[in-house]
């Protein structure tokens, strides 16, 4: 189904957008923590601690919109 396949692709660019996002995030941590902000460095690192328990149901997810899209061709 088209609306399956549509869902499953933005939500794959999502997920992409997501890991860009806590990358990039990762590296100001890293700064941040560097210039002695460890209050600040703990707060991220619990937030990029909250993105990776959450990435793996996410992808799970996705690739089983995935799979129904193709399912119901």
Not at 43 to 67: C, K
Request: glycine residues 8%.
């Amino acid at each position: 189904m088209k609306n399956l396949q549509t869902t499953a692709t933005v939500l794959e660019h999502l997920s992409h957008n997501q890991d860009a996002l806590r990358a990039a995030v990762e590296e100001l941590a890293k700064w941040v923590g560097e210039r002695g902000a460890t209050e600040v460095l703990g707060n991220v690192q619990g937030a990029l601690t909250a993105l990776d328990d959450n990435i793996g149901v996410i992808h799970q997810g996705i690739a089983e919109l995935v799979a129904a899209s193709f399912q119901s061709e």
